[in-house]
């Protein structure tokens, strides 16, 4: 059997590694990137591009948590966020981490081979076709999707205005052209815009920046972990529920999971609420950093359960409680899921305090050709002002179709899959494989973000880590 692997990312490093042996003679992995291995986020950069996650919980092998744990050992060590207690490396790092394990996972097999080349068409007969864009034709048997969430939306229409950065990674390159005393607006406010302030400040960026976005939220700041034993958050506990399972009902598991360790969920609700609201996103942050060593678990439980919990009972809740979380309060619930790093923190508060940076929410219109220098003209909800350069943060939401994918999915289409009405294609959620014509096909699988149906938190590590065990387990049957 030959497998072909679409996307050479952390999901295709995850399938490789979870193959048994002996499942395939052969696969072909399918990348136009120069670097294999990495995907979009992992790729070599600025030493300031550090990931977003602590070891424990960013191993690519499912089942075993201290997998990058060991293969970090004493690299870690002069990465250490201090507030934290924990290594947080830069992602070139992790990156190669990702690279050791798919070189490993090669070995198991007879024949392994990368082509540089995006696949842009399928068909199934006998055996699967995908073809390159270069118009050649792989025969392969078995086909994984593992093309990932894609590069930022353009949602001003700006690509092309001299002075608009389209794609901030890698940041090492974006940021080289950028002047030391340039007034730019980095547009979004999650962990993206995170990463490109902390790195224009490491490059000793001088000039006004201004994180501009519609809510002005950060993500919230991490916490030291904790050992949490969950007892009613739990998906045992989900399916006792009598009655259909909501968010009122999940909030009834929540309010006793709070209670058990001697907090109060209506309290910390309210005070989650009033932080989406406050436009002092700088005291917001402040807090944040004060509490990374608090004896509190509340945000720790919720970051949990969106990681966890949240993707297994996602397509249990109704469409109007879907509906509710994606399009109120999607800001919330993706920076208490994914927070930043101390050490970002304590960059952006240095920033905040200074003057040198501002958080402007609101943003309704981005015009170019308007500003002293050329530049740009940014409405919001205060007023106005200027930016000499604007830099795109904003990431596509979960379960995009990645742009170099759309060829592919499109052909796939045509071949009897759909599209989930929650964006993605529609998967079976026990076995990654592809639904078409309605029923599970063996033949081909999806890894990652693109598989549908799942929560609208954008996949981790572990996440992808768990889906690539399920794909490898039905392949291997
Ligand atoms: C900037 C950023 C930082 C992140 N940091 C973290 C972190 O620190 N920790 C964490 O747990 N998660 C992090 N994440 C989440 C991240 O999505 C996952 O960790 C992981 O990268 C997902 O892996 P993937 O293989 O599904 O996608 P990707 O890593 O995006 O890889 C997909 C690959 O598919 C290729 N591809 C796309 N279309 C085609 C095609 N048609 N043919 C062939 N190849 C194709 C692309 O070139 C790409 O190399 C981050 C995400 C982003 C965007």
Redesign the pocket.
């Known amino acids: 059997m030959e497998i072909g692997i ?7 490093v995850g399938l490789l590694d979870a193959l048994p042996p002996g499942t395939a003679e052969a696969v072909t992995v ?4 120069p670097l294999p291995w990495r ?3 992992y790729q070599p950069d600025l030493d300031s591009v550090r ?3 602590t070891p424990e919980i ?1 191993s690519i092998r499912f089942g075993d948590g201290g997998h990058y744990v060991r293969w970090l050992g004493e690299r870690g060590a002069v990465h250490m966020d201090r507030l934290l207690g924990r290594p947080l490396v830069p ?1 070139g790092v992790f990156g190669g981490y990702l690279e050791d394990t798919a070189r490993a996972a090669l070995t198991k097999f007879g024949r392994a081979r990368v082509v540089r080349a ?3 068409g399928f068909s199934a007969g006998e055996r699967l076709t995908l073809t390159t864009a270069d118009g050649r034709r792989h025969e392969v048997d078995r086909a994984v999707l ?4 894609g590069t930022p939306h353009d949602h001003y229409g700006l690509t092309g205005t001299p002075g608009f950065v389209p794609d901030p ?1 890698p940041l090492e390159r974006t940021l080289a052209d950028v002047p030391a005393d340039g007034d730019v607006a980095v547009l979004g406010s999650g ?2 815009a995170v990463d490109i302030v902390v790195s224009l400040a490491a490059r000793g960026h001088t000039g006004r920046i201004s994180l501009v976005s519609r809510s002005g939220a950060l993500p919230y700041v991490w916490q030291r972990p904790r050992e949490i034993e969950l007892r009613h958050l739990t998906f045992e506990r989900v399916r006792a529920l009598t009655g259909p399972v909501t968010l009122d009902s999940l909030a009834g598991l929540m309010r006793a999971e709070l209670a058990d360790h001697g907090e109060d969920w209506d309290e910390l609700a309210a005070r989650i609420a009033a932080d989406a609201r406050t436009a002092d996103t700088a005291g917001v942050l402040r807090r944040g950093v004060d509490e990374v060593d608090a004896p509190a678990v509340g945000r720790q439980i919720l970051r949990i359960t969106a990681h966890g919990l949240a993707p297994r009972v996602w397509r249990m809740l109704p469409g109007a409680d879907r509906r509710l979380l994606r399009e109120r309060h999607f800001r919330t619930v993706t920076g208490l899921a994914s927070p930043m790093v101390p050490v970002n923190a304590a960059a952006l508060l240095d920033l905040f305090a200074s003057g040198q940076l501002e958080a402007v929410r609101g943003i309704r219109k981005i015009e170019p050709g308007c500003g002293p220098r050329g530049g740009f003209r940014l409405a919001h909800a205060a007023g106005e002002r200027t930016a000499d350069l604007v830099i795109n943060a904003v ?1 596509p939401p979960p379960h995009a179709i ?1 742009r ?2 759309e060829p ?1 999915v499109t052909a796939l289409l045509a071949a009897g899959a759909a599209l989930d009405p929650s964006g993605g294609l529609r998967t079976d959620p026990a076995s990654g494989r592809l639904l078409v014509g309605g029923r599970p096909d063996p033949r081909v699988h999806v890894v ?2 693109l598989a549908g149906g799942g929560s609208f938190v ?4 572990p996440v ?1 880590a768990a889906q690539a065990h399920l794909a490898a387990a039905s392949l291997a049957r």
């Open positions: 679409i996307g050479a990312g952390a999901a295709a399918f990348d136009p990137a995907g979009r986020p990931v977003n996650v960013s992602r995006a696949v842009t593992c093309v990932g969430g990674y962990l993206t990431n990645p170099a994918a592919l990652g973000d954008t996949s981790g590590i992808v």
